[in-house]
């Protein structure tokens, strides 16, 4: 018999590596459409906001390390230029967003299959936090999970 738990409202890419080291199946969120109606993609290092003026002269795609049909053919110039006045622009944040919350689904996945989720979580850490400010209660959860962070945690300071 399989039980799988499922997830409504969850989440954001960081809530479903933690929530899935704890033993989460499946997802179900509005995120990803809703923050790219205002203007925010989803990278591995956390978000790019595109609404933001330094946007306006960056002709990099919103990420240089995504394959997906957006960051193929737009410059976040072209796109900031889109999501500063018309709604095309959130359009194509949205199909970037799927994108990557498929592939980051897919990878975690594969990670499991593979035996190396805690790489996997390790590695996904030290891309949004590279500086090992790795939140505690991620710190705490990996630590539930028995998932080794250490080497991609910073120690926390007493202050
Ligand atoms: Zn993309």
Redesign the pocket.
């Known amino acids: 018999m399989s039980v799988y738990a499922i997830f409504q409202g969850v989440g954001y890419p960081l809530d479903i590596v933690v929530c899935s080291a704890l033993g989460a199946d499946m997802y179900d969120c509005v995120y990803p459409t809703r923050t790219a109606r205002f203007g925010t993609a989803l990278i591995p290092e956390g978000v790019l906001k595109l609404k933001h003026t330094a946007m306006a002269d960056d002709v990099r795609?919103?990420?240089p390390t995504?394959?997906?049909m957006?960051?193929k053919n737009y410059t976040r110039a072209y796109i900031h230029c889109l999501v500063t006045k018309d709604a095309m622009g959130s359009q194509l944040l949205s199909y970037?967003n799927l994108?990557?919350m498929m592939k980051l689904g897919r990878d975690l996945h594969t990670s499991i299959i593979q035996g190396c989720f805690p790489e996997f979580v390790c590695g996904f850490l030290q891309k949004m936090f590279p500086k090992g400010d790795v939140p505690e209660w991620v710190c705490n959860a990996m630590e539930v999970a028995g998932i080794d962070i250490s080497s991609c945690c910073a120690p926390f300071s007493s202050s």
Do not use: A, L
Request: charged share 10%; glycine share 0%; proline share 9%.
């Open positions: 795609p919103i990420d995504c394959n997906c957006v960051c970037h994108y990557y």
